[in-house]
Nanobody
Framework: QVQLVESGGGTVQAGGSLRLSCTVS????????MGWYRQAPGKQRDLVAI???????NYADSVKGRFTISRGNAKNTVSLQMNSLKPEDTAVYYC??????????WGQGTQVTVSS
């Protein structure tokens, strides 16, 4: 059984910073990629940032230069450092892991609210 547990959400003023973390547990061979997605009320879930096993990263245009995705030394954790936050970054943030031979798994989501 695979579980993803997220932490680090909260409320911050515009211009502030937050750091999200996600840990994958369970019986896994290897993780091909891990990413962060977000969903604002009434909108679809969109990719924020992704990092693959080789270390390459990709970001949504709206967060480039402000957000940084990284994986921990144990490779089963991923973090998202969010700086210069804007009210439009307000959303529920979800962690996703693409696990070899198993498919995609999602975390439960963590709320990020940026006040103006």
């Amino acid at each position: 059984q695979v579980q993803l547990v997220e932490s680090g959400g909260g409320t911050v003023q515009a211009g502030g910073s937050l750091r999200l973390s996600c840990t994958v547990s369970g019986s896994i061979a290897s993780i091909n990629a891990m990413g962060w997605y977000r969903q604002a009320p009434g909108k679809q879930r969109d990719l924020v940032a992704i990092i693959v096993s080789g270390g390459a990263t990709n970001y949504a245009d709206s967060v480039k230069g402000r957000f940084t995705i990284s994986r921990g030394n144990a490779k089963n954790t991923v973090s998202l450092q969010m700086n210069s936050l804007k009210p439009e970054d307000t959303a529920v943030y979800y962690c996703k892991a693409q696990i070899q031979y198993r498919g995609d798994f999602w975390g439960q989501g963590t709320q990020v609210t940026v006040s103006s």
